[in-house]
């Protein structure tokens, strides 16, 4: 099985993306859904993670920008991105986590914002 994360591109700052990831088949216990992201020269990073029981979190420079949201029939997460800055610039990836310890990353999926 394989996450495949799509959605990103060129956007001006004030501007807005909505990434999306789906799986290929199904995950069986997948129980936390996410997106990480990674700047040039930095370590990668939380932006956002939901449980199946709706329950997020945001990493604090995106609260009240960024919406994460879960279809978990379709084993998809998405993330609404609004009001994007510079800073944002990185490649996204998401991620399914499951009850059993495994752990499924999307390719990547770049995300540049311009100032």
């Known amino acids: 099985v394989q996450l495949q994360a799509s959605g990103g591109g060129l956007v001006q700052a004030g501007g807005s993306l909505r990434l999306s990831c789906a799986a290929t088949?199904?995950?069986?216990?997948?129980?936390?859904r996410g997106w990480y992201r990674q700047a040039p020269g930095k370590d990668r990073e939380l932006v956002a993670i939901i449980l199946n029981n709706g329950l997020t979190t945001y990493e604090d420079s995106v609260k009240g920008r960024f919406t994460i949201s879960r279809d978990i029939r379709k084993n998809s997460v998405t993330l609404q991105m609004n009001s994007l800055k510079p800073e944002d610039t990185a490649v996204y990836f998401c991620?399914?986590?499951?009850?059993?310890?495994?752990?499924?990353w999307g390719q990547g999926t770049l995300v540049t914002v311009s100032s």
């Open positions: 088949g199904k995950i069986s216990g997948a129980n936390v």
């Open positions: 991620q399914i986590r499951t009850n059993y310890g495994s752990v499924y």
